[in-house]
């Protein structure tokens, strides 16, 4: 299977126009609802995941194990607009990537990423940042040009 997987769960899975999943790439929302905002990038082998156990303390794991012996954590994900993420990322339950944020190829996002900042690492770690403003820009004249008027807010399922 070399399409993208998106598994909406019960919370579902919202997509913004221009989002591209690349192949291989996974949406796992079982254990929360995921939105990927307009003009998103998931590049090959991304997993996204609302649920996910949490291996510290003394506690069992895995599907197969009922709940009351795990340390399960749950969260939604979300991704705002113009989020750049690279090849391989693993991106777990509660975060959201802020608008034109981009993640580095490899790298494990398990807090929230900042407006614009530009990540990489296990530990992640700021490398540079995008205009934010700009990017809002080239999104409204692009939009003006197929005949919209400019604006996110008039788009369906664009909300930032």
Do not use: W
């Not at 997987?5 to 999943?21: K, P, T, W, Y």
């Not at 399960?72 to 991106?91: A, H, I, M, P």
Request: aromatic residues 4%.
């Amino acid at each position: 299977m070399r399409e993208p997987l998106v598994s909406a769960g019960d919370a579902g899975v919202e997509l913004g126009i221009n989002v591209h999943l690349a192949a291989y790439s996974m949406i796992f929302g079982g254990g929360g609802r995921v939105r990927v905002g307009p003009f998103v990038n998931l590049s090959s082998q991304v997993r996204c995941y609302t649920v996910s156990d949490d291996f510290r303390g003394d506690v069992l794991a895995g599907p197969t194990v009922p709940e009351e012996y795990r340390n399960v954590q749950r969260g939604d994900v979300t991704l705002e607009s113009c989020v750049l993420v690279g090849s391989g990322c693993l991106l777990l339950p509660g975060i959201i990537l802020g608008e034109g944020s981009v993640v580095g190829a490899h790298t494990i996002v398990s807090k929230d990423v900042a407006a614009g900042a530009v990540v990489r690492g296990n530990p992640v770690r700021e490398v540079g940042r995008r205009n934010v403003e700009v990017l809002r820009g080239l999104t409204r004249r692009y939009l003006e040009s197929i005949g919209g008027s400019g604006s996110l807010d008039d788009v369906a399922g664009a909300s930032r």
